[in-house]
């Protein structure tokens, strides 16, 4: 059975930085994209970032110049650096890989909350 689990939210002023981290288990995903998604309170989910897995990330818009998705194949895990946080990326972000056959696996969410 597959499990994501999420970590490193938490919260942190405008202007800083933080690492989120999504560690992938019970099975093997070098192949398959992964990548985050995250939810503000009253809003749809949105994606935020995927990285194939070869190829060139993709991004949300207005975290391009902020946000960098990376993945550590050996370990199973994805990555998100985002940098220059702002109120507006304040949400509940959550890490997935897309399988090659099947749906989507999700983690359970961590929370990023942005202060001013």
């Known amino acids: 059975q597959v499990h994501l689990v999420e970590s490193g939210g938490g919260l942190v002023k405008a202007g800083g930085s933080l690492r989120l981290s999504c560690a992938a288990s019970?099975?093997?995903?070098?192949?398959?994209?992964m990548g985050w998604f995250r939810q503000a309170p009253g809003k749809d989910r949105e994606f935020v970032a995927r990285?194939?897995?070869?190829?060139?990330?993709a991004y949300l818009d207005s975290v391009k110049d902020r946000f960098t998705v990376s993945r550590d194949n050996a370990e199973n895990t994805v990555s998100l650096q985002m940098n220059s946080l702002e109120r507006e990326d304040t949400a509940v972000y959550y890490c997935?890989?897309?399988?090659?056959?099947?749906?989507?696996?999700w983690g359970q969410g961590t929370q990023v909350t942005v202060s001013s």
């Open positions: 019970g099975g093997t995903f070098a192949t398959e994209a």
């Open positions: 997935y890989v897309d399988p090659h056959l099947g749906p989507r696996y």
């Open positions: 990285i194939p897995w070869s190829g060139t990330p």
